[in-house]
């Protein structure tokens, strides 16, 4: 199944189940973080990402260069999204 097909199951798997906006983030991370993992750098989403001042995004983009560089949880929570933030909407 490719991650797009994979997407939509698992979409399609909790429709009606959640919340409109928020039941579809594990599936919309592993759309992203299949798609991120082929590109170079290796990019990684991270879904609520800490508020670096401008609101608390729905998704961050790290480099796995950036995330290497913060091992530790402490400093992993101060990063902000080297690669852009993600804001979901429902569909409606």
């Known amino acids: 199944m490719t991650p797009?097909?994979?997407?939509?199951?698992?979409?399609?798997?909790?429709?009606?189940a959640g919340t409109a906006e928020t039941s579809g983030y594990p599936a919309l991370a592993n759309l992203?973080?299949?798609?991120g993992g082929a590109l170079k750098p290796k990019i990684t989403a991270v879904?609520?990402?800490?508020?670096?001042?401008a609101g608390l995004p729905d998704g961050g983009?790290?480099?796995?260069?950036?995330?290497?560089?913060?091992?530790?949880?402490?400093s992993l929570f101060k990063l902000k999204p080297e690669r852009g933030v993600l804001e979901v909407k429902p569909v409606d």
């Open 32 to 35: 992203l973080n299949a798609v």
């Open 61 to 74: 983009f790290f480099s796995a260069k950036q995330l290497r560089q913060h091992p530790d949880e402490a």
């Open 47 to 53: 879904i609520h990402p800490s508020n670096s001042g």
């Open 4 to 16: 797009v097909e994979s997407y939509l199951a698992d979409l399609y798997a909790v429709s009606g």
